[in-house]
């Protein structure tokens, strides 16, 4: 739906997910709300739109440009309003697709008024086996933009002087990309109920969950060369044949053994007289596992541990953000062609850093010290109050 709204623009990241920007502006300028509930990344605010569900979505409200200022400061440069349908009757709704390299989606939605009540519910399953890269993009013509980005010959150097796993599979990957797979699973559901003609109260709630691969290429800039001293160098035989965070040439292949977001958000609407009211008290969570790899065999590791700068040992990279607060919208018609619209929104985030041994015999520097207990290495915390006339 957003591709087709001049001035945004979606696009497939690198890492599998799918981002869109708004006029020139990254996504984290600009509120998403399911049923009015706030659904942004805690922490970078690029989260991934795919995993918002649509398959019982009524309408998808997009501002773009000046934001109302109900939405605070997250809506500066515009917002996005998902509002899902109320059943009028029973409905069931599958569908499924299949395609290449294994790659299939499964779709279920089912959503049915009880008496004063209402629920619907949604459950995905999405995997992908990889994609095939343009077949313009033959071996010939990667080593043509190989030979532009890096400038090895610069050092002194030739392309046989280069044994980089990450040049090898870069020039020669054919047909479909390696390690950029994935399984992604949903769940989300509402249920509502009717109070009153005019009141309704409920609980919205959502959960997701990834395994994923990615795999990107990248040449290293010679600005990042330095020796122990700081100042500027040539870079080194070793950066031409040791892979890694410092190699003239990367492969980062990272992988996520698992990734979460849930969210539950119970909520109330009512009309009494001229005066409108809309609430919603909320909680997010996002947990995400991260292993960082320089080699699609996962052989050599991209990051070093915190602990200490010069170990090679692999590790889990946990981030984890929690978000929760209160949305309270009131709104007073004046008359019949205005009134006048409140907010006050309340809400505290938190962002969490960790790192993990992977195991005793492949993370042996951490395991001395931390065992195979996670340790702490970051910790944000934030909280947020607007108050709003319009």
């Given at each position: 739906?957003?591709?087709?709204?001049?001035?945004?623009?979606?696009?497939?990241?690198?890492?599998?997910?799918?981002?869109?920007?708004?006029?020139?502006?990254?996504?984290?300028?600009?509120?998403?709300?399911?049923?009015?509930v706030?659904?942004?990344?805690?922490?970078?605010?690029?989260?991934?739109?795919?995993q918002?569900?649509?398959?019982?979505?009524?309408?998808?409200?997009?501002?773009?440009?000046?934001?109302?200022?109900?939405?605070?400061?997250?809506?500066?440069?515009?917002?996005?309003?998902?509002?899902?349908?109320?059943?009028?009757?029973?409905?069931?709704?599958?569908?499924?697709e299949?395609?290449?390299?294994?790659?299939?989606?499964l779709n279920?939605?089912?959503?049915?008024?009880?008496?004063?009540?209402?629920?619907?519910?949604?459950g995905?399953?999405?995997?992908?086996?990889?994609?095939?890269?343009?077949?313009?993009?033959?071996?010939?013509?990667?080593?043509?933009?190989?030979?532009?980005?890096?400038?090895?010959?610069?050092?002194?150097?030739?392309?046989?002087?280069?044994?980089?796993?990450?040049?090898?599979?870069?020039?020669?990957?054919?047909?479909?990309?390696?390690?950029?797979?994935?399984?992604?699973?949903?769940?989300?559901?509402?249920?509502?109920?009717?109070?009153?003609?005019?009141?309704?109260?409920?609980?919205?709630?959502?959960?997701?969950?990834?395994?994923?691969?990615?795999?990107?290429?990248?040449?290293?800039?010679m600005?990042?060369?330095?020796?122990?001293?700081?100042?500027?160098?040539?870079?080194?035989?070793?950066?031409?044949?040791?892979?890694?965070?410092?190699?003239?040439?990367?492969?980062?292949?990272?992988?996520?053994?698992?990734?979460?977001?849930?969210?539950v958000?119970?909520?109330?609407?009512?009309?009494?007289?001229?005066?409108?009211?809309?609430?919603?008290?909320?909680?997010?969570?996002?947990?995400?596992?991260?292993?960082?790899?320089?080699t699609?065999?996962?052989?050599?590791?991209m990051?070093?541990?915190?602990?200490?700068?010069?170990?090679?040992?692999?590790?889990h990279s946990?981030?984890?953000?929690?978000?929760?607060?209160?949305?309270?919208?009131?709104?007073?018609k004046?008359?019949?062609?205005?009134?006048?619209?409140?907010?006050?929104?309340l809400?505290?985030?938190?962002?969490?850093?960790?790192e993990?041994?992977?195991?005793?015999?492949?993370?042996?520097?951490?395991?001395?010290?931390?065992?195979?207990?996670?340790?702490?290495?970051?910790?944000?915390?934030?909280?947020?109050?607007?108050?709003?006339?319009?």
């Open positions: 739906s957003l591709t087709m709204i001049p001035g945004i623009q979606v696009t497939m990241s690198a890492k599998g997910n799918t981002n869109f920007s708004l006029r020139g502006f990254d996504q984290d300028k600009v509120v998403v709300l399911v049923d009015g706030p659904i942004n990344d805690v922490y970078e605010g690029n989260f991934d739109i795919s918002i569900p649509v398959m019982n979505v009524s309408k998808i409200v997009v501002n773009r440009g000046v934001a109302s200022a109900l939405y605070g400061a997250n809506g500066s440069i515009g917002s996005i309003n998902v509002v899902t349908k109320r059943p009028e009757e029973m409905f069931t709704e599958i569908n499924a299949y395609g290449q390299y294994n790659s299939y989606m279920v939605a089912n959503g049915s008024p009880i008496g004063d009540a209402y629920y619907w519910i949604t995905s399953v999405l995997h992908s086996g990889g994609y095939e890269v343009s077949k313009k993009l033959d071996k010939s013509e990667r080593r043509k933009w190989f030979d532009k980005l890096v400038r090895y010959d610069l050092y002194g150097k030739t392309f046989s002087d280069i044994t980089l796993a990450a040049v090898d599979n870069y020039l020669n990957d054919k047909g479909k990309w390696n390690h950029t797979e994935y399984t992604k699973y949903q769940i989300a559901g509402k249920f509502g109920y009717s109070i009153t003609d005019k009141m309704e109260a409920g609980l919205s709630a959502s959960y997701y969950n990834n395994e994923q691969k990615s795999n990107t290429f990248k040449g290293n800039c600005s990042s060369y330095y020796n122990d001293t700081e100042e500027w160098s040539n870079p080194s035989g070793t950066k031409f044949t040791v892979d890694g965070r410092k190699a003239i040439f990367q492969n980062r292949a990272f992988y996520w053994p698992e990734k979460y977001d849930f969210t958000a119970p909520y109330f609407k009512g009309e009494f007289g001229d005066l409108t009211v809309k609430a919603n008290i909320f909680y997010y969570r996002q947990y995400t596992d991260l292993e960082g790899y320089a699609q065999d996962h052989s050599v590791y990051f070093p541990p915190s602990i200490d700068a010069n170990s090679s040992d692999p590790y946990i981030w984890t953000e929690q978000s929760y607060g209160l949305n309270f919208y009131p709104s007073y004046l008359a019949d062609w205005n009134k006048l619209n409140f907010a006050l929104t809400r505290k985030d938190s962002h969490t850093e960790e993990k041994a992977i195991s005793a015999s492949e993370s042996p520097d951490i395991w001395a010290v931390h065992d195979g207990d996670k340790y702490k290495t970051k910790f944000i915390a934030a909280e947020f109050m607007t108050f709003a006339v319009e």
